[in-house]
């Protein structure tokens, strides 16, 4: 079974722009969690995606966005990129996002904005 | 917000040593997993322990859970350099009718040959 794909892996954006990361889980999974990463404020929860509705959101500005298709694919989006939004974003499926359940990660895409 | 804080931040250790991670978290959980990430890469989910269970073994690995005192560790027997990541201790937060997973800022454990 493949694992859960993230695309692209590295990005390179200026300021002002906008960014689509895409996140494929493990096939059966429908639970998609999205999570920012950064040396100082370590592994932040921004959303998770089941059944292609969000049930659930961090403390992000409305400047991240993400949403699920109905292949559970996922995609998030960054709008207005600022220099703090530097970061790898981390990819997480699961079957059901329900209690007790494990999360698989992908490798991560790292976003460099200058 | 951060639910779990891992003590040390940062360990390094020989081959052969045991390596002990702690964790503390504010709230109550249904349940507490560690992960492991190799540098700048996906996290991997090592061990998962039930809120009414006290001690889990998965290989090397043994975890404790002391939900009076709100706190766990993780226990590495016999360490290996490939045992060289960060752990994350990670705790099930019950938000909007759903669970989500509030991870710690992680040891960065360094295991030399």
């Known amino acids: 079974k493949a694992g859960v794909t993230q695309t692209p892996r590295y990005l390179i954006k200026t300021r002002g722009q906008q960014v689509t990361l895409s996140c494929s889980p493990i096939s059966g999974h429908r639970s998609v969690s999205w999570y920012q990463q950064t040396p100082g404020q370590g592994l932040q929860f921004l959303f998770e995606?089941?059944?292609?509705?969000?049930?659930n959101k961090g403390n992000f500005p409305g400047r991240f966005s993400g949403r699920q298709f109905s292949n559970s694919r996922s995609e998030m989006n960054v709008s207005t990129l600022e220099l703090g939004d530097s970061a790898l974003y981390l990819c997480?499926?699961?079957?059901?996002?329900?209690?007790?359940?494990?999360?698989?990660f992908g490798a991560g895409t790292r976003l460099s904005v200058l | 917000s951060q639910q779990g804080e891992e003590d040390p931040q940062a360990l390094s250790i020989q081959e052969g040593e045991n390596a002990t991670m702690n964790c503390s978290y504010k709230?109550?959980?249904?349940?507490l997993q560690w992960y492991r990430q190799n540098s700048g890469r996906g996290l991997v989910h090592l061990i998962l322990?039930?809120?009414?269970?006290r001690e889990k073994h998965s290989g090397r690995l043994r975890v404790t859970l002391d939900t009076s005192k709100k706190s766990s560790s993780l226990l590495i027997t016999a360490s290996r350099a490939a045992d060289t990541a960060s752990y994350f201790c990670?705790?099930?937060?019950?938000?909007?009718?759903?669970?989500?997973?509030?991870f710690g800022a992680g040891t960065r454990l360094a295991v030399h040959p």
């Open positions: 997480a499926s699961s079957g059901t996002g329900g209690k007790g359940n494990i999360q698989y």
């Open positions: 995606y089941f059944s292609e509705t969000q049930r």
């Open positions: 322990i039930r809120s009414n269970e």
């Open positions: 990670a705790t099930e937060q019950f938000s909007g009718g759903y669970n989500k997973l509030i």
């Open positions: 709230t109550s959980i249904n349940n």
